[in-house]
């Protein structure tokens, strides 16, 4: 028999969760799909264990950049303790503690991978063969994220390359490890190994952190190299072969050759979308669901799909790849769902309950190596490709006096990019130890468009490193006078 729901959520990682958790608080009948681990990329493959990964080697450095902490460090990371805490916060990639949770929100678990036979309709088949058919009666809501996207290397396949998923889930460290790629997944997987130990090469075909303001990349690869990363910027890999001595050779553009354990590819992400049937309802499979504020997904005529019935929230839809980005979305789409079903008003103006909003130019986002990468909102370059009118303004943080305290020598870039003619904040990037921290109060002045001559009333305390935001607001003062 078909079982009939308000709602169908499929995937149940960090964002269907909170879809479904939004609906079932609204009073809608809930059903939450799963083909793998209720918790998602985020709680096993991603965001937490990633961050286990890298806060053991953080803490010995910045205990190793204070005067009388210092001489009290005498050993290294312990690699084995660490991937022992990473696999704790993982649950030994059990997810019992979550089906608990999904059970005491009021949410029908189903076990199984997804496939639509038709409009609000789908076929859920269970590891087992048997299959159960699912009907919603107001939406169905697709949360299924991204895959990492292997490019067409030659002999890539064959040599068995880890993606982050098996970088965040490995067991062991391997003595040598080649990273290919630029971006986040890299840098935050380069700067965890070569704590843990191994001997990393790290090939991009440009500077790392292309899309943050090039401060950011260039004070990531001075840390980089000493941590002893070697660093093949400019460069990309033109064949890879894995021997029967298990040992990876990559060879490089430039005719170089790397030779490393294990080589991760981490080169971006792919709409996890091709076997969910979506030509049944219209849609293409393998691409990325285009969605407007509300999370509805448009046809391809750019407007929602009729009945508007389907939504897409997290990675799926491409607007931010982020985990607190897909459950701001998540918010969103589980409450305007329940708005609709119940026939209540919609609230879908910029920044009204309904929408998702800050995902077009203002998204925060931390980059957790060492030193930190934290920024949101658009950069200087963004910023003038929109035709804003701006102002710049940088400022070396370790000249304020709580980040002197902090850490000795603190290096790290400060900036904050200010649109003229609305004289409110655009974007803000910080670099540095500890910085993500700074992170929330430049989103706050960027979402709540705060007037830079309130900001001046913002006093920062002394001494912490958030004086740095009187430094900027001054610098602004007098390129603005």
């Not at 697709?142 to 990492?148: K, L």
């Not at 304020?400 to 900036?415: F, I, L, N, P, Q």
Request: proline share 4%.
């Amino acid at each position: 028999m078909t079982q009939e729901y308000d709602l169908i959520v499929i995937g149940a990682g960090a964002v269907g969760e909170n879809v479904a958790d939004r609906a079932a608080q609204g009073g809608l009948s809930v059903a939450l799909v799963e083909a793998e681990l209720v918790g998602g990329e985020c709680s096993y493959w991603a965001c937490m264990p990633s961050k286990a990964l890298l806060r053991a080697g953080e803490v010995v450095r910045a205990a190793r950049a204070v005067g009388g902490a210092k001489e009290a460090v005498t050993g290294e990371v312990d690699a084995a303790a660490v991937l022992a805490r990473r696999n704790s916060f993982t649950s030994d990639w059990n997810d019992s503690g979550q089906v608990d949770w999904v059970k005491g929100a009021g949410i029908d678990l189903v076990r199984g991978h997804a496939v639509f036979t038709g409009v609000k309709t789908l076929a859920v088949t269970a590891g087992d063969g048997s299959t159960t058919e699912l009907r919603a009666r107001h939406a169905v809501t697709v949360s299924t994220g991204s895959v990492a996207l292997l490019p067409d290397i030659p002999g890539l396949a064959e040599a068995a390359p880890w993606t982050s998923r098996e970088a965040t889930s490995a067991q062991t460290v391997p003595p040598r490890l080649a990273v290919v790629g630029g971006g986040v997944v890299a840098v935050e997987m380069a700067t965890a190994y070569a704590t843990l130990g191994s001997s990393v090469t790290l090939v991009a075909r440009s500077g790392l952190l292309a899309n943050q303001e090039p401060f950011a990349g260039e004070l990531v690869a001075d840390a980089l190299k000493e941590l002893g990363v070697d660093l093949r910027l400019g460069d990309s890999p033109e064949r890879i072969e894995r021997d029967d001595d298990g040992v990876v050779r990559t060879t490089l553009s430039d005719g170089s050759t790397i030779e490393s354990e294990e080589i991760l590819i981490a080169t971006g992400r792919l709409p996890r979308t091709g076997d969910l049937g979506l030509e049944t309802i219209g849609l293409t499979p393998d691409e990325w669901l285009d969605v407007d504020d509300t999370m509805l997904v448009l046809g391809a005529d750019g407007s929602p799909l009729e009945g508007e019935w389907l939504y897409a929230t997290g990675d799926v839809n491409h607007r931010a790849l982020l985990t607190h980005q897909g459950k701001y979305q998540a918010r969103a789409a589980g409450d305007v769902i329940v708005a609709r079903a119940k026939g209540e008003t919609v609230d879908d103006a910029p920044w009204g309950r309904h929408v998702a909003t800050a995902d077009h130019r203002a998204v925060p986002q931390v980059t957790f190596t060492d030193p930190a990468v934290a920024s949101i909102g658009l950069t200087a370059k963004a910023a003038e490709e929109a035709g804003l009118t701006t102002t710049v303004v940088d400022y070396e943080i370790g000249s304020v006096a709580g980040a002197a305290v902090h850490t000795d020598g603190y290096k790290g870039t400060a900036r904050i990019v200010v649109d003229d003619d609305r004289q409110v904040i655009v974007g803000a990037t910080f670099v540095g130890p500890d910085v993500q921290e700074l992170l929330h109060s430049a989103t706050v002045a960027v979402v709540g468009e705060v007037p830079m001559k309130r900001l001046w009333h913002a006093v920062p305390s002394y001494p912490t490193i958030s004086e740095v935001w009187l430094r900027l607001l001054e610098g602004y003062g007098r390129k603005s006078a």
